[in-house]
């Protein structure tokens, strides 16, 4: 029985600890990919596109937690196109420049002070 409750109360603390540093670094790689492609893909849907992402950086100011990074997007035969984008994982929100205007506008706002002059997660 007391191991149980040693359970429950792991549990709990578990629960009650902000899951952005429960993540380990490759989980939440994974996690910013599989947003990311889902974005993606309904955006251009019914077109012949592929994705491809690089430059995955893990960064804070302070106030957010971000990842950071480059897409290479392909459509068709189009020479293909590097945008970059912003995951911020606490609050699921992803932005890629050149999908609309707010996107673009989203991922200027925070390219600099989150990305370029944020601390480095490990």
Known sequence: MNLRIAALAAALLAGSVGTAFALSTPVVFAQTEQALRAKLKSAYAGQP????????????????????????????????SLVRFVYRYNSGDAAIE????GETATVQKLWTPLCLRGRPIE
């Open 49 to 80: 596109a592929r994705f491809g992402f690089e430059n995955f950086r893990r960064r804070t100011n302070g106030k957010d937690e971000a990842v950071c990074g480059q897409a290479t997007i392909y459509i068709g035969r189009d020479k293909p």
């Open 98 to 101: 050149t999908l609309n205007a």
